[in-house]
């Protein structure tokens, strides 16, 4: 069984920066993709970045140059650096990854980050 475990979510005024972890536990071979994606009530789930095995990462436009996402292979752990929040930023977060010889995707349970104008 694998296990999603988030942190790092909080309130923070605009221009402030907050830094999300998820760090997966469980039985497996290894993690190919892992990402973070958000969503607020009544809208669809979006991408905000993700990172493969190899390190390469791709961006939401909305974020592109605010937000880094890395991972730490050894401790299977994703990170998102989020900096210059905007208030348009408000959402759940949630880290999404994807397991070597697995079609099924793990999400954990959300981290809820506001910022406040």
């Known amino acids: 069984q694998v296990q999603l475990v988030e942190s790092g979510g909080g309130l923070v005024q605009a221009g402030g920066s907050l830094r999300l972890s998820c760090a997966a536990s469980g039985s497996f071979l290894g993690i190919n993709n892992m990402g973070w994606y958000r969503q607020n009530p009544g809208k669809q789930r979006e991408l905000v970045a993700a990172?493969?095995?190899?390190?390469?990462?791709n961006y939401a436009d909305s974020v592109k140059g605010r937000f880094t996402i890395s991972r730490d292979n050894a401790k299977n752990t994703v990170y998102l650096q989020m900096n210059n929040l905007k208030p348009e930023d408000t959402a759940v977060y949630y880290c999404?990854?994807?397991?070597?010889?697995?079609?099924?995707?793990?999400w954990g349970k959300g981290t809820l980050v506001a910022v406040s104008s």
């Open positions: 990172v493969a095995r190899g390190g390469s990462a």
């Open positions: 999404k990854i994807d397991l070597v010889l697995s079609k099924t995707d793990y």
